[in-house]
């Protein structure tokens, strides 16, 4: 899943979410039964993760470009070392 793919599926899974959050909420409401609204809204949950969990093909529709290995070693890796500024000492 790419990045794009990923910022799909959180706002697709927070959508659904809130959708079948009310949904279940007027269905306990008019029938009058907490077991309804949960067994809607559990009903919810397991397709809003059915959707949005698995790594579906229209979740990578913006593929990133890695660097090729061989491109890599050309670059070499920065060394950790004293480079950055240099703390003052108080003297007493």
Request: glycine share 0%; net charge positive; charged share 20%.
């Given at each position: 899943m790419d990045w794009q793919g990923q910022k799909v599926a959180e706002q697709l899974m927070q959508l659904m979410?809130?959708?079948f959050a009310v949904v279940a909420f007027i269905a306990g409401y008019v029938l009058g039964s907490f077991q309804?609204?949960?067994?809607?809204?559990t009903a919810g949950v397991v397709l809003t993760?059915?959707?949005t969990v698995p790594n579906w093909p229209f979740f990578n529709r913006n593929p990133m470009k890695w660097l090729d290995p061989s491109e890599a070693e050309k670059h070499p890796?920065?060394?950790p070392g004293n480079s950055g500024?240099?703390?003052k000492?108080?003297?007493n």
């Open positions: 979410l809130v959708i309804t609204m949960m067994l809607v809204y993760s059915l959707i890796k920065p060394q500024p240099k703390k000492t108080s003297k």
